[in-house]
């Protein structure tokens, strides 16, 4: 059973640091991109967190946030159910975070995640947060929503009180996203730009985590329910290149892909090792990645989300010809 009884210290409020002071939490998959600024809010809420992956020493940067005793780190597979047990053992709330876009989709975010949220359960976990993403549809053809879909249903039927967060394209200063994009436009005078009519509401990764705080410390007004969280703009993909060319100082040429040239090129480039795009990922960004509005979002959950141009032009700074030696600009 978990270690202490998580309901006895719920009282409304999201904000107040106190509920999750002393409280254990498991970050499944914590290692990544977003896990390391989830962990940052729970370290900061005065939790005792315990990150578990595959790789957990990718995490151990979190160390100095963490006072003595605060953060430990485990082995973790979510494949392998001994692992997982011993990643939830004791632990009062679960965050499931693990994803993938390629292997074994099922095994990882279908089934997978449905065998973390059982576990926990038998665990005796009290709260269960699930990060799936905005487009999870277990009837979709894409083997990502796909499975995503499968684990929206598996964890809620092993574990009805879960919470389950479904984020848009999250970007921060070290993220894959926008520093992607900003690589290639400081080096080419011409990019083409696939799905450059697609929608996207880029989210700023601290306000995912503290969605998940959010989740975290109000499990009884918000489990068992589905929240799509997303950023406050809806932007096109030739407006998001437009706007990192600007803060960069730059002005490229791009060249928006027809389709049918765009699903040519990414089923050429998935074919490659490396290949920035394949045919399953084009798929989903022309579709955008916007929330629906069926479901609530993060205003349910008492977070206002900040918009990318906030910090473009602080991030861009690397790219610039002269880094932060650049003229001042109009």
Known sequence: MASSNFADTRYAGTKDPARLSGKLVTLIGGSGFFGTHVAQDLLSAGARLRIASRNPERSHSLKPLANLGQIQFARCNITHADSVRAAVSGADAVVNLVGAFEGDLNAIQGEGAGRVAHIAREAGVMAFVHVSAIGADENSQIPYQHSKGVGERTVLEAFPDATILRPSILFGGEDEFLNMFGGLISKFAALPVFAPEAELQPLYVDDAA????????????????????????????????????????????????????????????????????????????????????????????????????????????????HGRFTETRA
């Open 210 to 321: 503290a969605a998940v705080l959010a989740a975290l410390q109000d499990s009884d007004v918000h489990g068992g329910k589905i929240y799509e969280i997303a950023g406050p703009e809806r932007l096109s993909m030739l407006e998001i290149n437009r706007r990192i060319a600007q803060a960069q100082g730059r002005d490229p040429t791009f060249l928006p892909l027809p389709d049918a040239v765009g699903r040519t090129m990414a089923k050429v480039m998935g074919a490659l090792p490396g290949g920035p795009i394949n045919a399953d990922q084009y798929a989903m960004l022309a579709q955008g990645n916007v929330a629906s509005g069926t479901k609530p979002g993060l205003d349910a959950l008492g977070v206002t989300p900040r918009p990318m141009t906030l910090y473009l032009d602080r991030w861009m700074t690397r790219f610039r010809k």
